[in-house]
């Protein structure tokens, strides 16, 4: 049998981390995850890990918290971060998945959940892609209600030769007026402002607020030194755009922010810093840059299962997945 740990606090937990330290991924990480604490989400928590019982061995690790809905209690996996769902032991089989899901679904009916939301991660965020946990979750009766799409590019191809003869020009041009770079200072409330308000631009414009406020933003620079990395692009001396890059673990890159001034669109800077910071990803060794979310809001869901039923793989990756047990 599968036994289920809950993890109160897993910035000091040895087994959590070392798990972690074998399988990184940012969005299991205390100091990513510890900022909703910081400052005050009031998230209750439920990080959970699995491990068949009597062992040490730990098979999977889940972050998740319990949220209170219309009289229902809701297990969501995860409020406060991208993505959720279950990160797992390399080389994990069909048998121990469905092992854990079943697990899972006993811990959920004892602590008298109603339902439960899961986000999954696009497979390529895994340490080995497959589709197989997916499938065991549809197989142990949780159902997809919703689906967002992501673009991640395999920068190992990535090669200015195979770019576009318009693209080609375009970036010549912007190379020869716009000066990129890494911020490489200890973002404070001072030295920080500049760039956080031309992102706070940028979102305004499209009804929209950054996921991160100005102060949550410094925090996580601060505490994650080393997974986040900010890029500024300069016209001579103004700030024309920004980006932000999350490394999600050895293998993936996800660009979380990239934002122009308005000022300057006609000057294609985003542009040019999207393409600046995939160079340095494949320069850096990564091997994908996710560029972010398409969100289709349900609408191809009909589509989706469709294509599940007829191919064993997808030509795109899942962003976001909704999974609501039968129990």
């Given at each position: 049998?599968t036994?289920i740990?809950r993890?109160k606090?897993?910035?000091k ?9 074998n399988q990184?991924?940012l969005f299991?990480?205390?100091r990513?995850i510890?900022?909703?604490d ?5 998230i209750?928590?439920h990080h ?8 040490n061995k730990?098979l999977?690790?889940?972050t998740?918290?319990e949220r209170?809905?219309?009289g229902?209690?809701?297990f ?7 993505y959720?769902?279950f990160?797992w032991?390399?080389?994990t089989d069909?048998i121990?998945?469905f092992e854990v899901?079943?697990?899972?679904k006993i ?13 999954n ?6 340490n080995i892609?497959?589709?197989e946990?997916d499938?065991?979750l549809?197989?142990?009766g949780?159902d997809?209600?919703?689906i ?12 200015f030769?195979k770019?576009s003869g318009?693209?080609k020009r375009s970036?010549?041009k912007?190379?020869s007026?716009?000066n990129?770079?890494?911020?490489e ?17 940028n ?8 996921t991160?406020?100005?102060?949550e933003l ?5 505490k994650?030194?080393n997974?986040i ?7 001579e001396?103004e700030l024309a755009a920004?980006c932000?890059?999350f490394?999600i ?5 996800l660009?979380f922010?990239l934002?122009g001034d308005?000022k300057?669109k ?5 542009e ?8 340095w990803?494949k320069?850096n060794g990564?091997?994908?840059y996710?560029?972010g979310?398409?969100d289709?809001n349900g ?5 989706y299962?469709h294509?599940?039923?007829n ?5 795109f990756s899942e962003?976001l997945?909704?999974i609501k047990?039968?129990?």
């Amino acid at each position: 049998m599968t036994e289920i740990i809950r993890v109160k606090n897993i910035d000091k937990d040895i087994e959590w981390n070392e798990f972690l330290r074998n399988q990184y991924n940012l969005f299991f990480d205390q100091r990513f995850i510890s900022y909703n604490d910081v400052f005050k989400k009031k998230i209750k928590w439920h990080h959970l890990m699995f491990r068949p019982e009597g062992t040490n061995k730990i098979l999977a690790v889940m972050t998740g918290c319990e949220r209170d809905a219309a009289g229902k209690k809701y297990f969501v996996s995860c409020d406060g971060l991208s993505y959720g769902g279950f990160l797992w032991k390399r080389k994990t089989d069909l048998i121990t998945y469905f092992e854990v899901i079943e697990s899972f679904k006993i811990y959920l009916a004892e602590n008298k959940f109603n339902s439960c939301i899961i986000r999954n991660p696009p497979f390529r965020y895994n340490n080995i892609p497959n589709e197989e946990t997916d499938y065991a979750l549809m197989k142990e009766g949780f159902d997809v209600t919703g689906i967002s799409l992501t673009n991640i590019i395999d920068v190992r191809d990535f090669n200015f030769k195979k770019i576009s003869g318009p693209k080609k020009r375009s970036i010549k041009k912007s190379s020869s007026v716009i000066n990129v770079e890494l911020f490489e200072e200890e973002p404070d409330k001072k030295n920080f402002r500049e760039f956080y308000d031309v992102l706070l631009r940028n979102r305004e414009l499209k009804n929209v607020k950054p996921t991160h406020s100005f102060e949550e933003l410094i925090y996580l620079k601060n505490k994650l030194e080393n997974e986040i990395i900010l890029f500024t692009a300069k016209i001579e001396t103004e700030l024309a755009a920004v980006c932000v890059l999350f490394k999600i673990n050895s293998d993936m890159i996800l660009n979380f922010y990239l934002a122009g001034d308005e000022k300057f669109k006609m000057n294609r800077v985003s542009e040019f810093l999207l393409y600046k910071s995939i160079e340095w990803s494949k320069e850096n060794g990564y091997n994908y840059y996710d560029i972010g979310t398409s969100d289709m809001n349900g609408k191809l869901l009909k589509d989706y299962m469709h294509l599940r039923k007829n191919f064993s793989r997808m030509d795109f990756s899942e962003k976001l997945m909704n999974i609501k047990s039968n129990n």
